[in-house]
């Protein structure tokens, strides 16, 4: 498959969406009586942004874009790292906030890291798979069933391991962040349908994963 404009402007919004999740998601909001991280609002719009790439390009493409996505997050968590390690100017005050804003921990960018890979392959898989089993209709089943999955997978796995054994760990936190993404994603399905419709026909692709090699590590397809 040749590389086109749209399928760049996808993977850009991609990997923006994912590197904008990781720098709010230090910022928490209380929304009545849940309390969740600002980030909740932004990481549907990479599972819509997946489920665009899965369901148009097919899970090969989509498998390529989320080891893109990593590496990138470990770009700009590595150049972070460097930027808190150099000395600072002796007039900048800024040290302090720095460090409190985009000074992750290694627990965290392990929780992180790990809950972005499970949560992304999981969502890619399952919609193929329903794309499959439903020969291509029923667009809002796949894209709500991936993301309960994805989802799920995501939350437990990163929330588990970041806040295990420590005060900030409950438990219902994760049916909260889990509820939260999985309805933000079912109310943006109408747009998910016209952006994908809009692709589909641009692109004149509609691809089905009948022989496609789901191993998440093989990308040479």
């Given at each position: 498959m040749n590389a086109?404009?749209?399928?760049?402007?996808?993977?850009?919004?991609?990997?923006?969406?994912?590197?904008?999740?990781?720098?709010?998601?230090?910022?928490?909001?209380?929304?009545?009586?849940?309390?969740?991280?600002?980030?909740?609002?932004?990481?549907?719009?990479?599972?819509?942004?997946?489920?665009?790439?899965?369901?148009?390009?097919?899970?090969?493409?989509?498998?390529?874009?989320?080891?893109?996505?990593?590496?990138?997050?470990?770009?700009?968590?590595?150049?972070?790292?460097?930027?808190?390690?150099?000395?600072?100017?002796?007039?900048?005050?800024?040290?302090?906030?720095?460090?409190?804003?985009?000074?992750?921990?290694?627990?965290?960018?392990?929780?992180?890291?790990?809950?972005?890979?499970?949560?992304?392959?999981?969502?890619?898989?399952?919609?193929a798979k329903m794309k499959i089993l439903t020969q291509g209709r029923w667009l809002w089943s796949r894209t709500i069933g991936s993301t309960v999955v994805g989802q799920g997978l995501d939350t437990s796995i990163f929330i588990t391991l970041a806040f295990l054994g420590t005060p900030s760990f409950v438990p219902i936190m994760i049916l909260y962040h889990w509820l939260a993404k999985t309805l933000i994603e079912a109310m943006a399905t109408p747009l998910t349908y016209l952006v994908v419709n809009f692709v589909k026909k641009k692109e004149a692709i509609d691809a089905y994963d009948y022989q496609t090699n789901f191993n998440p590590f093989f990308i040479s397809d």
């Open positions: 086109s404009p749209r399928l760049g402007l996808i993977t850009a919004i991609f990997i923006t969406s994912l590197i904008t999740a990781n720098v709010i998601a230090v910022k928490v909001v209380s929304l009545g009586f849940v309390v969740l991280p600002a980030a909740i609002f932004i990481f549907p719009l990479s599972y819509i942004i997946g489920d665009v790439l899965t369901e148009v390009y097919g899970y090969r493409q989509a498998r390529k874009v989320i080891w893109l996505g990593f590496l990138c997050n470990l770009i700009f968590v590595i150049f972070v790292w460097v930027g808190k390690m150099l000395p600072p100017a002796p007039f900048w005050e800024g040290q302090e906030a720095y460090e409190r804003i985009l000074g992750y921990t290694p627990r965290l960018l392990a929780a992180s890291f790990l809950g972005y890979l499970f949560g992304e392959f999981a969502n890619s898989f399952t919609l």
